[in-house]
């Protein structure tokens, strides 16, 4: 990503309100929490301020969580605090351009309104035997095309390998929630 893009979001989290709420399931997902595993570990791809991340270290996960942007990185860290789950969260700055950040396979990849094919074998390949896929990403199915959104079919394309659990495509959006086979 471009200085450019990395200032970019700086800004947009710089502009954004601190988040007051109690963190939850991102919206796409709610209808499926019991799926989400209670222990293990997890990967937060492009976490933003941290809601998904500090969510999912409630829920009792360890969780690696990235952005591209230092200045909600630091919100993540500060959401953590706040929530009492800063000890089950790691934090980086990570340009994602240069791929995703190397590591041991998890039990859960969250990858939350972010988009970049380019990323999806890796994705996959850090998941552990039975671990959980959770992807959500803009969509040109029912809605205006966009660069950054995805073609009908993308995540069944990308991950039809996996057993999936529940998916949707439609109002300019599409998520895939899906298990690795044991």
């Known amino acids: 990503m471009s200085e450019h893009d990395r200032t970019r979001w700086d800004a947009a989290y710089t502009d954004r309100p601190v988040p007051g709420a109690v963190p939850g399931p991102p919206r796409s997902f709610a209808g499926h929490v019991d799926e989400f595993p209670t222990a293990g570990s997890a990967l937060d791809v492009a976490c933003g301020s941290g809601e998904n991340s500090v969510w999912l270290a409630q829920r009792g996960l360890h969780v690696w969580a990235f952005d591209v942007s230092p200045v909600a990185i630091a919100r993540a860290e500060q959401l953590a605090v706040r929530h009492g789950v800063a000890q089950r969260c790691r934090f980086d700055v990570a340009d994602l351009d240069d791929g995703l950040p190397d590591g041991a396979p998890v039990d859960v990849v969250l990858c939350h309104r972010f988009r970049d094919p380019r990323l999806y074998r890796s994705l996959r390949a850090r998941l552990a035997p039975g671990g959980l896929l959770a992807i959500c990403v803009l969509s040109r199915v029912g809605a205006a095309p966009g660069p950054f959104r995805a073609s009908a079919g993308e995540l069944r394309a ?22 690795v086979p044991d």
């Open 158 to 179: 990308h991950f039809g390998d996996l057993r999936v659990i529940a998916e949707h495509e439609g109002d300019g959006e599409a998520w895939l929630l899906a298990r």
